[in-house]
């Protein structure tokens, strides 16, 4: 079992930056990708940023070059870290962890979420 707990949301304005933290505990040796997702009422959730154990990164096209998602190995904690923030960045953001299952990546372990709120 892996355990993800999130910190770091907030209000900013528009132009602003927010830092997310996921610290995670357990069977941390067991994930191959970790990530961001992140929802809004009535949209499906959709994966903002990954990394994997090797430490590649991808990111969904719209926060390419505003967002940068990092691990700290040692503290065994992933990072969001969000500038140029837009009012559409608005939403719940989720910790997430993933591991291969028969070749296939399964999400399996969630935060409980925080909300990043951009005013215009």
């Known amino acids: 079992q892996v355990q993800l707990v999130e910190s770091g949301g907030g209000l900013v304005q528009a132009g602003g930056s927010l830092r997310l933290s996921c610290a995670a505990s357990?069977?941390?040796?067991?994930?191959?990708?970790s990530g961001w997702y992140r929802q809004v009422p009535g949209k499906q959730r959709e994966l903002v940023a990954a990394?994997?154990?090797?430490?590649?990164?991808s990111y969904l096209d719209s926060v390419k070059g505003r967002f940068t998602i990092s691990r700290d190995n040692a503290n065994d904690t992933l990072y969001l870290q969000m500038n140029s923030l837009k009012p559409e960045d608005t939403a719940v953001y989720y910790c997430?962890?993933?591991?291969?299952?028969?070749?296939?990546?399964?999400?399996?372990?969630w935060g409980q979420g925080t909300q990043a709120t951009v005013s215009s």
């Open positions: 997430a962890a993933a591991k291969f299952r028969v070749g296939v990546l399964s999400w399996d372990y």
């Open positions: 357990g069977s941390i040796f067991s994930i191959n990708v």
């Open positions: 990394i994997t154990s090797g430490g590649s990164a």
